[in-house]
């Protein structure tokens, strides 16, 4: 079982950012600071540990937010000079922007100098979201000229920001009804010079296709044309949760066939009853039965067993193909059943599919029943 995130976010973070606060308004007293924010500290999960430290550097701060926030600015340590970050260190400031969000939200420009201050320490994509609702147009023309900007976090705000689905984030409602305010920034960013921009931009589309995936597809369609290597990277990164959908229109993008002709042949599942905890082993013949070459996509779906006893389909990648007229290929997986933090398992029939093209080809099925004693 991971460890919980909430774990990485101890109570050293308050503590640090007390001392770093103190260095910078010598009259902050860092001591009932931490006294408040340390009562049912533990208990919280990541986010509610943010906001209370948030809320407690209000009440600790000078009443006035221009004052309160020149002091959080003062007390940051130095940028990120990186791209390829591990661990949790730079969410010592989640606080920051947090309090920008909440305290900050009557005061435009002076937050938007803030959000780009604390982008390059951390991360602005949770707080500028509330700027976009309160002034969209504004904080809209001023994202388009940070993506011009030299620093790479800047940049990366500008499409991680505006991402309608971001995760640990309320959704944007306004660009899940109309994406265009953001792919007229994104067409500023795909063929950024960073992968760690290009990668945002790409997840972003992701997010858009999501409720809008015919803006999705003509976008990927555009986009491919004399795309560069980095360029056709990032939209295929796009369009995976589309593909693995069976969305037509991004397999198309793709270049793999409407119509897949094919034949399934030695179909293996086996164990047909497996215990949990255990491995279930997939196998089968994939023949062409066309006279041309076709590109293929090939998923499969498990149809899982919930408590209720209802089902609910997970898609596991498989393989692309370049299939030539009459190719027979041998292809088979192992999957795992037993427990886990994202998913659990039940007692009962379990469905397997394949997934070509977008088009269902039934498998078979296997028994899972509860591990032996």
Sequence with gaps: MPEPLKNSFGRDIPTWIADRVKAAHPVFDADTFLCEVSDGYDDLELTPRGWRIAH?????????????????????????????????????????????????????????????????????????????????????????????????????????????????????????????????????????????????????????????????????????????????????????????????????????????????????INPHRVCIGENVRLAFDLVSSSAKPQRLQVDFQIHYVKANGATRAKVFKLRSLDFAPGQTVRLQKQVSCREMSTRRHYPGKHRIDLLINGQIFSLGAFDLVPAKQ
């Excluded at 951390?122 to 509330?130: K, P």
């Excluded at 290597?229 to 793709?254: C, F, M, N, P, Y």
């Design 56 to 268: 407690c550097l209000h009440r600790h701060l000078p009443a006035e937010y221009p004052e309160a926030v020149e002091i959080l600015l003062a007390s940051l340590g130095p940028e990120i000079t990186d791209t390829k970050l591990t661990g949790m260190e730079s969410f010592r400031y989640l606080p920051h922007v947090l309090f920008v969000a909440e305290y900050g939200i009557n005061h435009f420009e002076l937050s938007m100098q803030a959000q780009y201050a604390l982008t390059q320490c951390f991360t602005a994509e949770f707080s500028i979201r509330a700027f976009i609702k309160k002034y969209p147009k504004q904080t809209l023309a001023r994202l388009r000229q940070w993506a011009g900007d030299d620093n790479v976090h800047v940049r990366r705000l500008v499409s991680e920001g505006t991402r309608p689905r971001l995760p640990w984030a309320s959704r944007l409602a306004l660009f899940q009804y109309d994406p265009g305010p953001v792919l007229e920034l994104l067409e500023l960013l795909k063929d950024d010079p960073e992968l760690y921009v290009r990668r945002s931009v790409a997840n972003n589309l992701n997010d858009i296709g999501k409720d809008n995936p015919d803006r999705l597809f003509a976008t990927a369609a555009r986009w491919s044309e004399g795309a560069s290597d980095e360029r056709q990277w990032l939209i295929r990164h796009a369009l995976r949760s589309a593909v693995k959908r069976g969305e037509t229109g991004a397999l198309a993008v793709l270049g793999f066939s409407a119509q897949p002709k094919v034949e399934i042949r030695q179909i293996e």
